[in-house]
């Protein structure tokens, strides 16, 4: 087995690790994004009665990360990083494969335990591949890389329910006039087809995560060992005992579960917003590729701009000051201005985790696994937050719930001016400002 500190990876593997890395993202975005079609799309197949109901979509998949972010830094002492990702994979195989009997038997909890499996798969994933694009070359361009395989996130994500979409609400509109109108075993019957909808793409995605975690078991992808990491931290890490006492991290732990938290809301809430303000669901299921849009068009812009014309803390402080003027922007119009707003939050949000992440992790050495999977139990805000929303969505409307995502964004902007280097010992590594 090969092993390498991030330079040497850097300079003897070239851009392959980063290829690889990036396939994986295609993964993340497109099987996370699927959420935002699975919500109005199990509403109607599982008869949901109201809003909070449907975003326990959200929360199943992303609770995941925060139960077993931990454990997964656990796997991975043992397995290393790319044994860890392959299991990952094949974990996640195994929740899509549990969307057959879900569709099968129309049952809601089996959909949400495929959803969990899922999520604990992608814990995994997440918690290997991110530390490995900030390792894998120098740390003040480290939100340049993660912008690069952001892009084959944002993609996917942008790809995936167009796909989903189409197979599943793509006479949502009709179909959901003709269930209000029929009862007894001829509603049945027309919702189990509806839910049978999902055994064919799932059934696909199974075979191509077992393929995928094959080809990554036998690849060249080389292991990162981060103990190495330690002696370019120098004496400021010398003294350190536990994560704890790294304050950067910890706010920067709260950080990214707020920003996870606004980002799913962006993506996944858009498509319901736009039904409630008089849009056909057929038009409305595009809604959320246009927040995926402008991630990417984030991403483009971070890979040009950092570290070349502004840093990744610069970067972050702009976008969560962007966001604040999006999000008001969403909260005082209506209609499609208002719908415009929302998806310009996937803009503001795109550079949000490339920048918090190496500015999270900046100079934790021998703790970067465990600084990792503290970052990783954050995306557990996505779990919970959406909930939130849905939860002032019954109470007041779809519109007013996005006051939610004003003092969150007000955090991160925090974050980018002072919260990052709270507690940190001045480095010659240390990232710029």
């Given amino acids: 087995m090969n092993v390498y500190s991030g330079s040497a990876v850097s300079k003897k593997q070239g851009l392959h690790p980063l290829v690889i890395i990036g396939v994986l993202f295609f993964v993340f975005g497109f099987v996370t994004w699927l959420g935002s079609v699975l919500i109005p799309y199990l509403k109607i197949a599982c008869q949901l009665e109201d809003v909070v109901s449907s975003y326990l979509v959200a929360f199943a998949f992303y609770i995941s990360y925060f139960i077993m972010a931990l454990p997964s830094s656990v796997v991975l002492k043992y397995t290393g990083f790319k044994k860890g990702m392959a299991l990952g994979l094949l974990i996640m195989a195994a929740g899509a494969l549990l969307f057959i009997p879900a569709a099968l038997s129309r049952t809601y909890s089996v959909f949400l335990l495929g959803l969990f499996v899922q999520g604990t798969g992608l814990s995994i994933l997440q918690t290997a591949s991110n530390p490995y694009v900030t390792i894998l070359g120098p740390k003040e361009s480290a939100a ?25 609400l793509g006479d949502a509109d009709k179909l959901q006039s003709k269930i209000d109108k029929i009862t007894g075993d001829e509603k049945i019957a027309a919702l189990n087809a509806l839910a049978h909808r999902v055994i064919l793409p799932y059934t696909v995605m199974t075979v191509l995560l077992v393929l995928l975690a094959a080809l990554v078991y036998f690849s060249s992808l080389p292991e990162i060992d981060t103990e190495l990491e330690d002696e370019a931290t120098g004496i400021s890490n010398k003294h350190k005992t536990n994560i704890f006492q790294f304050p950067h991290l910890i706010i920067g732990v709260i950080t990214l579960f707020l920003y996870v938290g606004v980002e799913v809301i962006a993506g996944d809430t858009i498509i319901n917003y736009g039904a409630s303000q008089g849009i056909p669901m057929s038009t409305a299921k595009f809604f959320t590729s246009l927040t995926l849009v402008g991630m990417l068009i984030g991403y483009i812009v971070g890979i040009i701009c950092i570290p070349k014309y502004i840093s990744q803390r610069q970067a972050l402080k702009i976008s969560a000051f962007c966001a604040i003027i999006f999000a008001l922007g969403a909260l005082f119009t209506q209609g499609y201005t208002s719908i415009s ?93």
């Fill in 144 to 168: 340049k890389r993660i912008s690069i395989v952001g892009i084959c996130n944002g993609v996917a994500g942008a790809v995936a329910p167009l796909i989903l979409g189409a197979i599943v």
């Fill in 341 to 433: 707003f929302v998806a310009l939050l996937g803009l503001a949000n795109s550079l949000m985790w490339p920048s918090i992440w190496p500015l999270a992790i900046d100079g934790l050495g021998k703790f970067t696994k465990i600084g990792s999977s503290l970052l990783i139990m954050a995306i557990g805000g996505g779990a919970i937050l959406p909930l939130i929303y849905g939860r002032l969505a019954d109470k007041y409307s779809f519109h007013q719930a996005y006051w939610l995502v004003v003092p969150c964004y007000i955090m991160i902007a925090f974050y980018a001016v002072k919260g990052y280097k709270l507690g940190k010992t001045p480095a010659p590594t240390a990232i710029p400002e």
